[in-house]
Nanobody
């Protein structure tokens, strides 16, 4: 059974930092683009960041550029999202996802490219 399990969420104050982790099990994703999405209450799920299978390409939503950093450790089958200078508008459930197809990095912001999803971890930023 393929699973993506997020961890590291929590309640923090504005300006604080958090590091989310996403551990994969059931198969390796060393050849798959990995991404993070988020969904705030009453809003659509939105793209946050993506990283190609070897980490050579990354993309970020404009709203998190310069504050968030995505990385991966293929030996651990894990992807990370380092979040700094958090703002109340970053409050959301954060989801980890993996591309359905390997060795592809087209349209990393398109959620339809991702066939594997975690259950999400809540991040709440108070002002």
């Amino acid at each position: 059974q393929v699973q993506l399990v997020e961890s590291g969420g929590g309640l923090v104050q504005a300006g604080d930092s958090l590091r989310l982790s996403c551990a994969a099990s059931g198969r390796t994703f060393g050849s798959n683009t990995m991404g993070w999405f988020r969904q705030a209450p009453g809003k659509e799920r939105e793209f946050v960041a993506a990283i190609s299978w070897r980490g050579g390409n990354v993309n970020y939503a404009d709203s998190v550029k310069g504050r968030f950093t995505i990385s991966r450790d293929n030996a651990k089958n894990t992807v990370y999202l380092e979040m700094n200078s958090l703002k109340p508008e970053d409050t959301a459930v954060y989801y980890c996802a993996a591309y359905t197809r390997g060795l592809e990095y087209s349209s990393p912001g398109d959620s339809r490219k991702y066939g594997y999803w975690g259950q999400g971890t809540q991040v709440t930023v108070s002002s």
